[in-house]
C-alpha cells in the first residue's frame, strides 16, 4: 500500500547536532512502526509559516489517503463476502426477462440483448444473401411482460440514414387473441385495423423455417384477430455506434470504363472531379474491414398483458394471406350480385407465371367480364356461346416486388375488392378492360422477412431491364406477359404498387414522354409535347380528386440513372406504353390529417385508382372537349404551359394580331 502522511507534532524534538537545515526522518514511535509516518522537522524554525504550511499540507494528504484506503478496503470485503456467496456484480434486474419470437412467416428477429433492467438492444435479420445488409423492415412477438411497466426498444442495425420516424410515425403492436377476425377502429380514433391470419403451433414454425429460406406452408390451426395499434413514446431515429460488416470489394483490374452506349471512356471522364463514386467509397470503407455506418430507432412502450404481443414496421400481410384470400375467393365459386347469384370464373381466373426459386407461386389473377368475350390472350378462354372476339385494352397492375412494404398489398387488395364488386363503376370497368394483377411479385422474400432483395441476394425493381429466367424468373415472366400485351397494341396501362419510408402522403412516379435521341427537339411541336405530359398526369390528377391523402405536387416524372431499371421506365421506354406509374404510398400518413394511415385507408387508394381510371376512360369515351377540358385543369394544376400554347395556336390559325405567316405557308 502507498505510505500514509500524518501530522507533524509541534513539541517533537530536533535530531542531535546542531543543524539549520529541513530533514525528513522517520519516527521511532510504536505508531510509527505500525503506521510510518513521515515527519517534517526543523532545527530553529519549528513555529514559522513554511513549517506550518508544509503540516498543513502533509495532514490533508493523510486525511485523503486514509479514506481511499477505507474504501478500498471496505470495497475489497464487500466483493470477497459476494465471491464468498456467490453473488453477481452486475446491476440488479427487478423483473422477469421478455420472452422474443420470429421463426415465423415475415419474422426477422435475429438477436435480443438485454442491456438493462427494461430496456433490450435488438438486431434484425438483413435480406438473404444481401451484400449490401440492406434492413428496415422488422416483424417479431414479444411475451412474458410485466404489465403496466415501461419498456425500451433499441432496434440498431437499419440501414437508411433517415426515416419518418423523426416525424411522428411510430411502430404498430397488437394482442392476439384466439377468436374471430372482425375490422374498425378504436374508440378514441386511434388508427387501428384488423387482418386476418395464421398461428401455427412451434413445431410446424420450426418445420417450415427449418429450411436455409424457410418456405411458407402449413396449415392454419385457428384464426387470431390482430387489433393493430401505433405505439411507443419518446421515439427517435439516431446513428448507432453499431457498422455493418464490409461489402465484398469489387474486381477493379485493368477493364477501361465504359458508358452507358458502350464507348470507351476517356481520361478526363473516368479520372475527372466527381469520378469518386458511393461505391469507390464503399469500397475504402470494405478495405478498411469495417462496413457502412448503422442506424437505429428507440422507443419506449407499454404492455397490458403479459400475453403474446407482435410488433411489426407496418401492418403485416404474408404469402399465407394472399393465398387464403384468392382461395377464399375463388372457392365460394359464387357471388351475390344485383341480378342474383354468379358464378366467380365469369369475372375472374387465376393462372400461374411461374414459381419462385424455393417453390412458391407467383399468382396472376385476371378480371374482366368473360361471359361476353374470347380472347386468345386470356387462359382458359374458350367460354360457352362467346363467339364475338373483342378487342379489350389491358390494364397491369403489380405489387410487393419489395417485400417490406405491406402496404403495396393493401392498396391490391382494394384493387381487387373493387374490380370484384357489382358497383356500377366496377361493372363498367370489367366490361371495357382487362386487368392483370399480379398482387406479389417476390413471395420469397415476403416469407423470409426481407425487405427489399429477393433470395437471390438482388433488389428485383432494378432487374426489368435484362431479367434471368432462373434469377430474376418472376420479373421475367412478368415481362413476357407485358411484352406480348404490348406487341398487340392493347396495353394502356401499367402500375406498380410501392411503399415509401422517407415520405408522406400517397403520389405517383411516372416517366415523362420519351423523345429519344435521334429526334430534333426543333422538330417536335410544342403544343403535342405539352398535350402528352398532360395526358400522363391525366390520371395522377383524377386520383388526387377522389383521394384527400393524395399530394399531386410530390409527383414526381423525371426519370434518373438510378431508376433506369424499374418496372415503369422499362415498361414506357422499352415497351412503348406512356402511361406507366408508380404508385407510392407512405409507412406513417398523411400530411392533411396528421394521423397514421390504416389498412381501410391503404384499400382507399385502390378504390381511387378505380375510380380515376373509370373518369378517364368516361372522358375518352364521351369526346374531344371533356377530354381537353380534363388536360386543361391538369395544365392549370400542374403548370405546363397548355393553355397558353393552344391560345397561341388559335391566334396563329386565325391570323389575329397580323402573325397570318404560319397559316398561309402550310
Not at 633 to 656: I, W
Request: hydrophobic share 30%; net charge positive.
Amino acid at each position: 500500500p502507498p505510505p500514509t502522511f500524518g501530522r507533524r507534532a509541534v513539541n517533537s524534538q530536533p535530531p542531535s547536532g546542531p543543524s539549520s537545515s529541513y530533514s525528513l526522518s522517520r519516527s521511532s514511535s510504536s505508531s510509527a512502526r505500525s503506521s510510518p509516518i513521515i515527519s517534517v522537522t526543523t532545527a530553529n524554525h519549528l513555529n514559522s509559516p513554511m513549517a506550518q504550511a508544509a503540516a498543513a499540507t502533509a495532514a490533508a494528504l493523510e486525511a485523503k489517503v486514509i479514506r481511499k484506503s477505507a474504501r478500498e478496503v471496505s470495497a475489497g470485503e464487500g466483493q470477497r463476502q459476494d465471491k464468498e456467496n456467490g453473488a453477481s456484480t452486475l446491476p440488479t434486474m427487478t423483473t422477469q426477462p421478455l420472452v422474443f419470437e420470429s421463426r415465423f412467416e415475415s419474422g426477422n428477429l435475429r438477436r435480443a440483448i438485454r442491456v438493462y433492467d427494461r430496456e433490450y438492444d435488438l438486431q434484425l435479420a438483413p435480406d438473404l444473401n444481401d451484400t449490401e445488409a440492406r434492413c428496415q423492415w422488422f416483424f417479431f412477438s414479444v411475451a412474458n411482460a410485466v404489465p403496466g411497466i415501461p419498456y425500451k426498444f433499441n432496434i440498431v442495425n437499419f440501414g437508411k440514414k433517415e426515416s419518418l420516424y423523426n416525424s411522428g410515425m411510430r411502430p404498430i403492436l397488437c394482442l392476439a387473441e384466439a377468436c374471430g377476425v372482425e375490422g374498425g377502429e378504436s374508440s378514441e380514433g386511434q388508427p387501428l385495423s384488423r387482418q386476418s391470419s395464421q398461428e401455427q403451433s412451434p413445431q410446424e414454425r420450426d418445420a417450415d423455417r427449418s429450411g436455409s429460406n424457410g418456405q411458407a406452408g402449413g396449415s392454419a390451426s385457428q384464426s387470431v384477430r390482430h387489433s393493430w395499434v401505433r405505439t411507443g413514446e419518446d421515439v427517435c431515429y439516431f446513428p448507432t455506434p453499431y457498422r455493418s460488416l464490409p461489402a465484398p470489394v469489387r474486381c477493379t483490374t485493368s477493364k477501361t470504363p465504359t458508358t452507358r452506349k458502350g464507348r470507351r471512356a476517356s481520361v478526363k471522364e473516368s479520372s475527372g472531379k466527381g469520378a469518386k463514386s458511393k461505391a469507390s467509397k464503399d469500397d475504402e470503407e470494405a478495405s478498411k474491414g469495417c462496413g457502412h455506418g448503422l442506424y437505429g430507432v428507440t422507443f419506449t412502450t407499454h404492455f397490458e398483458s403479459s400475453s403474446v404481443y407482435y410488433m411489426a414496421m407496418c401492418y403485416p400481410y404474408t404469402y399465407s394471406d394472399l393465398q387464403l384470400y384468392i382461395r377464399t375467393m375463388l372457392h365460394t365459386r359464387v357471388m351475390m350480385g344485383p341480378r342474383g347469384r354468379r358464378d366467380m370464373r365469369e369475372i375472374c381466373r387465376r393462372s400461374l407465371v411461374c414459381k419462385s426459386l424455393k417453390g412458391n407461386r407467383v399468382d396472376c389473377l385476371t378480371i374482366t367480364d368473360f361471359g361476353t368475350m374470347a380472347d386468345p390472350l386470356l387462359p382458359d378462354c374458350s367460354t360457352a356461346g362467346a363467339g364475338v372476339m373483342l378487342d379489350r385494352p389491358y390494364v397491369v397492375v403489380t405489387a410487393r416486388v419489395h417485400p417490406g412494404e405491406t402496404n403495396a398489398s393493401w392498396m391490391m387488395k382494394g384493387v381487387l375488392d373493387f374490380l370484384l364488386g357489382f358497383s356500377p363503376l366496377a361493372i363498367r370497368l370489367r366490361r371495357t378492360y382487362v386487368f392483370k394483377c399480379v398482387p406479389m411479385l417476390n413471395p420469397d422474400g415476403v416469407v423470409n422477412g426481407n425487405y427489399r432483395c429477393s433470395l437471390a441476394g438482388c433488389d428485383l425493381n432494378r432487374q426489368w431491364g435484362n431479367p434471368s429466367r432462373k434469377r430474376h424468373s418472376p420479373i421475367y415472366f412478368v415481362k413476357r406477359m407485358i411484352d406480348r400485351i404490348a406487341r398487340s397494341g392493347r396495353l394502356v396501362l401499367f402500375c406498380d404498387l410501392h411503399g415509401h419510408s422517407r415520405k408522406e402522403d400517397v403520389f405517383v412516379y411516372g416517366c415523362e414522354p420519351f423523345r429519344g435521341r435521334d429526334i430534333d427537339r426543333d422538330q417536335l411541336d410544342p403544343r403535342d409535347e405539352a398535350e402528352a405530359r398532360a395526358r400522363i398526369r391525366l390520371l395522377p390528377f383524377l386520383i388526387a380528386k377522389h383521394n384527400p391523402a393524395f399530394v399531386m405536387r410530390k409527383c414526381s416524372f423525371k426519370v434518373s440513372k438510378a431508376k433506369m431499371g424499374t418496372g415503369r421506365v422499362v415498361v414506357c421506354r422499352e415497351l412503348g406504353v406512356p402511361n406507366s406509374y408508380t404508385i407510392e404510398a407512405s409507412f406513417a400518413g398523411a400530411s392533411c390529417t396528421g394521423r397514421h394511415m390504416t389498412t381501410r385507408e391503404f384499400e382507399g387508394v385502390g378504390h381511387s385508382f378505380c375510380r380515376a381510371l373509370a373518369e378517364a376512360t368516361d372522358a375518352i369515351e364521351v369526346g374531344v372537349d371533356t377530354e381537353m377540358e380534363l388536360l386543361n385543369q391538369v395544365d392549370e394544376a400542374c403548370g405546363l404551359g397548355l393553355a397558353a400554347l393552344n391560345m397561341r395556336s388559335g391566334e396563329n390559325a386565325t391570323g389575329e394580331n397580323g402573325s397570318d405567316s404560319d397559316a398561309d405557308s402550310g
